[in-house]
């Protein structure tokens, strides 16, 4: 067993503040001169980047089903030996989901912080809070935090409508100059926020005189049974991955584990209009937000025409989400703007105005097993082409996103958490994997 603080960062809903808070308190220990690790629960792409840019450190992806519960554990002790403090930032409310944030938060004795949006609200307060405190008796709570209050004395009408039994952590005032900005699909890339750094002091200092502020109690984590060595089934390889605000949504396990099974990862720009390198066995475009950038990306040539000599090569090209959008004939955004894309997938992508799929996703192969990940988007694809595999939700086993094979190229709208099945990721990078 290692112990190290340790805080899990819930709400009751998505849209309550969880990321600002969680970045915020980061920012503050980190400001203490603390050596702190924060976690991510459940797919996302998009909070990663703030919480990493607040805490200095990469940001890693917990979940009980994707990530699987011994990764979990070996990520959380990792991160004790190497840390003063431990957060995890829930994922929507905290009882939403299978597997939820309150089973993680459970599975590893971490106890639960709930941050409520206290806008509009008085004495319901209270409830929320009970209901928060008292739904699974087995789920450890720490208390709550009020946020986006609207005066001292609203404070005090919040606190006061408290049960004795859960701990008032203080409360954060509205404020415009500390949320973070948002768009379909997330907050805004930390990248893209300019004043991300006067945004996270000013939650720091927000947060400084709270409870909130205050170290938690050590969690005991368990170390977990030496695993071998991953079989190094990409020596020698050079793996080329797009990389910039158009293709972002990268988790860092996934390169960590190219890495480990000996690949050379080297990162090029489309968006700068770089071409991918000439001697790479391997493409990745992940997903991010093409549609934002899709003139520009139209105008590139000669990133365009590395991809295009990469595929007349028959070099394995891998595309996610937004990367298998810029493969594909033309994309109309929301308002009804077409460009031409890449070409070197037939078909069309059209952006709606609400998300088009949402969940878990599991691809079944006879050769090499399950592959977990999930799906998130809000465009549809129409295309002549028949899916080479198709995803299934694990919670419902109804189909999911269709993978797509065309020559040397795999496409798909599903994001793959690679570290679940090695051998089947070094598959897709060989081309051998349908």
């Known amino acids: ?13 998505s849209g309550q503040g969880k990321t600002t808070l969680t970045a915020g308190l980061a920012r503050l220990h980190r400001q203490a001169g603390r050596r702190v690790r924060v976690f991510k629960t459940g797919p996302d792409f998009l909070d990663p980047m703030i919480l990493a840019h607040a805490s200095g450190a990469p940001v890693q992806s917990l979940d009980l089903w994707m990530v699987g519960e011994e990764a979990c554990r070996a990520l959380l002790a990792q991160a004790a030996r190497e840390a003063d403090l431990i957060l995890i930032e829930g994922v929507m409310g905290l009882f939403d989901g299978t597997p939820s944030s309150a089973d993680l938060a459970r599975t590893f004795d971490v106890p639960v912080a709930a941050v409520v949006s ?3 609200m008085a004495q319901t307060f209270g409830a929320i809070a009970f209901g928060l405190a008292h739904f699974r008796a087995d789920v450890p709570f720490h208390g709550v935090m009020a946020n986006r209050v609207g005066s001292a004395r609203h404070a005090q009408m919040l606190q006061e409508a408290l049960p004795d039994d859960v701990r008032w952590l203080g409360h954060v005032s509205s404020d415009a100059l500390l949320e973070l900005p948002d768009r379909h699909l997330g907050l805004h890339q930390a990248s893209e926020i300019a004043d991300l750094d006067a945004r996270l002091d000013r939650a720091a200092e927000a947060l400084a005189h709270t409870s909130l502020a205050e170290l938690p109690p050590p969690v ?4 977990p049974a030496r695993g071998g060595a991953v079989p190094r089934l990409l020596e020698g390889r050079h793996v080329a991955v797009a990389h910039d605000a158009a293709f972002s949504f990268v988790y860092p396990a996934n390169v960590a584990l190219l890495e480990a099974m000996g690949a050379r990862v080297s990162r090029f720009s489309p968006l700068a209009d770089e ?4 001697n790479a066995d391997a493409v990745w475009l992940p997903g991010g937000y093409p549609e934002l950038h899709a003139a520009v990306l139209a105008r590139n040539a000669r990133s365009a025409a590395s991809l295009r000599a990469h595929c007349s090569d028959s070099k394995p090209l891998l595309a996610e989400c937004g990367g298998m959008l810029w493969l594909l004939d033309a994309l109309t955004d929301a308002h009804g ?25 599991q691809l079944e192969s006879v050769a090499h097993g399950a592959l977990r990940g999930h799906t998130f988007h809000y465009s549809h ?28 190229i795999v496409a798909t709208y599903m994001h793959a958490y690679w570290p679940s099945n090695p051998a089947f990721t070094a598959a897709l990078f060989h081309g051998t994997a349908f």
């Open 1 to 13: 067993m290692i112990a190290c603080p340790a805080l899990f960062v819930s709400a009751p809903a």
């Open 118 to 120: 206290a806008k509009s």
């Open 220 to 223: 005991a984590f368990e170390e």
């Open 337 to 361: 703007r077409r460009t031409p894309m890449l070409g070197l997938l037939p078909g069309e992508a059209t952006l709606q105005k609400r998300f088009a799929a949402l969940g878990m996703q």
């Open 275 to 278: 071409p991918a390198p000439a």
């Open 381 to 408: 694809v129409s295309t002549p082409l028949a899916a080479a595999l198709t995803a299934r939700n694990p919670n419902t086993g109804a189909h999911g996103e269709a993978v797509y094979r065309h020559g040397s």
